[in-house]
């Protein structure tokens, strides 16, 4: 089938665990369903439009949203800009930083998200925060699950090596005073978290940053949901209790998590697949997509041939 004349449902709004989420649907309406969990900060639209079109052309109905606190998702409120020295407290220590909601919460929208639509069990794919809130989903409510793909996360283990210094910058940095700073600030973002170079995503930049922009920034949303990541804790010791068949998908240069956090994430899930791909950094670049599609359709089919 044409990936052009693919079924598209346009954005709308589902009320789900007592708040809107904003979600798009591409594909048929019988294939497999496919949910995309996007990261902190980052609005639906992040899973690039052909990304999600070429998924849907191998069999899915993939369905994409906006978390809570950003995009045309509902906004919550509460909790103040992250602090150096709430970060501190919480490294050396060991001071919980509070939080107005945590990942489980962030789960419960997904689920809320699938009731809405009347989606028994999905297969997840999660990236980066998406990737925790995933594993949580897959922990908390594992009837939901046919498969688990995290990518480019972790497990919350405080052993996991942090980020970069010019990553950590990226993500401290206060938010831009203006719709130019805003676009600036997005090319300088992207470059340091692809950690390469990568012509065809560059070039498309400032679209992408038009798109998100026009959509509407939360800033307080992202401290927010910043906060729900660190207050959260680890994983590690729950996610033996995974049974959905898991991919781990993490890149070698990623400068945000770093590749140990995937490791991490392989070794506690029981008989979970790592998938390291060759200088990606904290980014879907469009000359991986092949790899990651590929792998993401061969993990999801086979689970579902299994199940049947």
């Not at 959905?244 to 994430?265: N, Q």
Request: charged residues 25%; contains cysteine.
């Amino acid at each position: 089938m044409p990936v052009t004349t693919l079924a598209h449902q346009p954005p709308q709004l589902a009320r789900a665990n007592g708040i809107d989420i904003c979600y798009e649907i591409f594909g048929d309406a019988n294939a497999e369903p496919l949910l995309l969990i996007m990261g902190l900060g980052a609005q639906m639209i992040h899973w690039d439009d052909e990304f999600c079109r070429q998924l849907a052309a191998r069999g899915f109905r993939v369905i994409r949203f906006d978390n809570r606190d950003i995009g045309k998702s509902s906004r919550l409120s509460g909790g103040k800009r992250l602090s150096a020295l709430e970060l501190l407290k919480l490294r050396f220590l060991k001071i919980p930083v509070a939080a107005p909601y945590r990942l489980i919460d962030m789960a419960r929208d997904t689920v809320g998200l699938m009731d809405a639509l009347g989606i028994r069990t999905a297969h997840l794919v999660g990236a980066s925060m998406g990737g925790m809130i995933a594993q949580e989903v897959a922990i908390t409510f594992p009837e939901r699950v046919r498969s688990l793909t995290s990518i480019m996360s972790t497990t919350g283990n405080p052993k996991i090596p942090g980020p970069t210094r010019e990553a950590t910058a990226v993500l401290m940095a206060p938010p831009p005073k203006s719709k130019e700073e805003y676009f600036a600030r997005f090319g300088q973002t992207w470059k340091v978290l692809r950690n390469g170079s990568f012509p065809e995503d560059e070039a498309l930049d400032p679209e992408r940053a038009r798109r998100t922009f026009e959509r509407g920034l939360n800033p307080e949303g992202v401290g927010r949901q910043l906060r729900a990541i660190l207050a959260s804790g680890s994983r590690k010791e729950r996610l033996r209790s995974v049974k959905a068949p898991t991919l781990v998908i993490h890149g070698t240069v990623d400068p945000l998590v770093h590749p140990e956090g995937g490791k991490d994430t392989a070794v506690s899930i029981p008989g979970a697949k790592l998938v390291m791909v060759e200088g990606m950094g904290h980014a879907l670049p469009i000359p991986m997509w092949p790899q990651i599609i590929d792998a993401i359709d061969k993990h999801a089919h086979g689970a579902a041939a299994k199940a049947a």
